[in-house]
Nanobody
Framework: QVHLVESGGGLVQAGGSLRLSCAVS????????GDWYRQAPGKQREFVAS???????NYADSVKDRFTISRGNAKNTMFLQMNSLKTEDTAVYYC????????????????WGQGTQVTVSS
């Protein structure tokens, strides 16, 4: 029953900002590491950003210096802060995360969010 719930997408003008959230549905689980991907209509899904267990981050060149991936203090939510948005950023954004039960941290599950639409107008 545990799953990832995405929110924060919507319509925004070019140059604006949005913050996407990816939350674990059960508080007993924590996010160890995760990624954000996006897919525009008629195009392949592409990598956007990632964060490791240690907090190291990596970004696609197209979003570097504009987007920031992070985890909340409780580590049950992952975020993607998107600034200086461009029309080219329009896509459905998906989160992917490795989560662990706090009582059995050696084990993990990999889950995908349902996707959230981001539309940037000019």
């Amino acid at each position: 029953q545990v799953h990832l719930v995405e929110s924060g997408g919507g319509l925004v003008q070019a140059g604006g900002s949005l913050r996407l959230s990816c939350a674990v549905s059960a508080n007993i689980f924590r996010i160890n590491a995760g990624d954000w991907y996006r897919q525009a209509p008629g195009k392949q899904r592409e990598f956007v950003a990632s964060i490791t267990r240690g907090g190291n981050t990596n970004y696609a060149d197209s979003v570097k210096d504009r987007f920031t991936i992070s985890r909340g203090n409780a580590k049950n939510t992952m975020f993607l802060q998107m600034n200086s948005l461009k029309t080219e950023d329009t896509a459905v954004y998906y989160c992917n995360a490795s989560i662990s039960d706090v009582y059995t941290p050696a084990g993990s599950l990999e889950l995908w969010g349902q996707g959230t639409q981001v539309t940037v107008s000019s």
